[in-house]
């Protein structure tokens, strides 16, 4: 019932900048979060950041905070995340989610998800 697409993942140096994209389609008009994640090979998924649609309320993981920025446009229905000052460990797969329920940092407060980008940060 909702689809969501990831964009904007590539390779880049340690110091530079990416913008990640996702875009949301189906019946999404009661959508209340949308969050992003990230999984490592061999490492569990990881909550990244993660935005209400109505209010705008912002939370991030303590390793992102300060680098990483989540925005979104509500016309669009597209989430983004601005990530700045990129670091070898910020490699990942990076999935969007969305939440129909609640705003929070664990796997179990979204219900659909995309099928990730990758990123990749070379030293």
């Known amino acids: 019932q909702v689809l969501l697409v990831e964009s904007g993942g590539g390779l880049v140096q340690a110091g530079d900048s990416l913008r990640l994209s996702c875009a949301a389609s189906g019946r999404i008009w009661s959508m209340y979060a949308m969050g992003w994640f990230r999984q490592a090979p061999g490492r569990e998924r990881e909550f990244v950041a993660v935005i209400t649609w109505s209010g705008g309320t912002t939370d991030y993981a303590d390793s992102v905070k300060g680098r990483f920025t989540i925005s979104r446009d509500n016309a669009k229905n597209t989430v983004y995340l601005q990530m700045n000052s990129l670091k070898f460990e910020d490699t990942a797969v990076y999935y969007c989610?969305?939440?129909?329920?609640?705003?929070?940092?664990?796997?179990?407060?979204?219900?659909?998800w995309g099928q990730g980008t990758q990123v990749t940060v070379s030293s």
């Open positions: 989610a969305a939440s129909f329920s609640e705003f929070g940092r664990s796997r179990s407060n979204y219900q659909y």
